[in-house]
């Protein structure tokens, strides 16, 4: 699928993270693992994190197929995550979430997050939105049932 008409200096970064993607390598035996898949446009992400001592992110790992926003998105996420606690990720991506959604506060709350901010063209193109959210949802799913599962255990 074609990349949509945006802004130059966004285009560039959507293509940089398409062409070189973060992070790519698969982590075996994972902390927290995330998949998301959307029909749409035959999207997929398989995300990875591994947490260190403190509870931050220490690496994380992701590999997509599909649509470029997808791929670059997916990047882009996985350089924002770094060294967050999972509790620094809910709100990123409670944040994120709300800029693709429109909200300018939340834009504004994301401005040391420069790669992120980018993605703010693609919401000109509503059906793309789900492109760019589709690693997101990974995470939280990720984050979701490990947290699940270590209340358990
Ligand atoms: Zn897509």
Redesign the pocket.
């Known amino acids: 699928?074609e990349l949509p008409q945006l802004d130059d200096l966004y285009r560039d970064a959507i293509l940089d993270h398409r062409r070189n993607p973060r992070n790519s390598d698969k982590l075996d035996n994972a902390t927290i693992i995330g998949d998301s898949v959307?029909p749409?446009?035959g999207?997929e992400i398989h995300l990875q994190v591994d947490l260190d001592a403190d509870g931050r992110v220490e690496r994380v790992g992701l590999q997509s197929e599909?649509?470029s926003?997808?791929q670059a998105a997916g990047s882009m996420l996985t350089e924002a995550v770094v060294g967050k606690t999972l509790y620094e990720i809910d709100h990123l991506v409670q944040t994120f979430k709300l800029m693709m959604q429109g909200d300018s506060d939340a834009e504004t709350r994301l401005s040391d997050e420069n790669d992120l901010k980018s993605l703010i063209g693609v919401r000109n193109y509503p059906v793309?939105i789900?492109?760019v959210l589709?690693s997101w949802s990974a995470l939280e799913d990720g984050v979701l049932s490990y947290r699940r599962s270590s209340e358990a255990g």
Request: proline share 0%.
């Open positions: 699928m959307n749409f446009c999207d599909g649509c926003i997808n793309r789900k492109c589709l």
